[in-house]
């Protein structure tokens, strides 16, 4: 199936997974830190706000790591966007449009409110789902196990509230 915007064949599922894999472990044996995205935006946030959440040493300790991952995560992505023919914003959010429709600003709304609801389970959870699906999985976590299944299933359960359900 090609992808959305370029009409470009996608990578093998396969490849996208080892190369993962390989990040991962790297990650791990060079530094003996643990892969994970949304921890990132306390590191983010240690920079411009003086709470003590942020200014504590997990947090700050962290910045010489995980600002570069995060700011490696932005430049992969432009560069994918530029090598793959080019970016540009876009509103078409596909079967949202067709069943919902709200307009722009409604979208806005949408994806703040998703945000927060992201957030807020990352942090209930202890992590996201790069690090609990990825590497807390991948060492055989329990917690990861149960906090991936949950993801999972919120996904799958929400999906089908909106689109069969409420529409």
């Known amino acids: 199936m090609p992808l959305i915007l370029h009409d470009l064949d996608p990578l093998p ?3 996208a997974g ?8 790297a990650l791990l044996w060079v530094s003996s830190n643990r892969l994970g995205v949304s921890t990132g935006f306390e590191n983010v946030c240690s920079l411009v706000v003086r709470a003590p959440y942020f200014g504590r040493e997990a ?3 962290s910045n010489g790591w995980r600002l570069p991952l995060l ?6 992505g432009f560069l994918s966007a530029l090598l793959g023919g080019g970016w540009e914003p876009m509103w078409a959010l596909g079967m949202f ?7 722009p600003a409604g979208k806005v709304v949408w994806m703040f409110v ?14 996201c789902t790069s ?3 990825i590497f807390g999985l991948s060492n055989l976590e329990v917690p990861s196990l149960v906090a991936t299944v949950s993801f999972m ?6 999906t089908n509230l909106i689109y069969r359900v409420i529409v």
Do not use: N, Q
Request: glycine share 32%; hydrophobic share 50%.
């Open 153 to 158: 299933a919120a996904g799958v359960v929400t």
């Open 114 to 127: 998703g945000g927060l609801l992201i957030g807020f389970g990352t942090r209930l959870a202890g992590g």
């Open 13 to 15: 599922w396969w490849l």
């Open 18 to 25: 080892a190369g993962i894999s390989l990040v991962t472990l």
């Open 71 to 76: 700011g490696g995560l932005v430049l992969g």
């Open 131 to 133: 690090g609990h699906g």
């Open 97 to 103: 449009d067709a069943e919902i429709g709200w307009g």
């Open 59 to 61: 947090v700050r300790g």
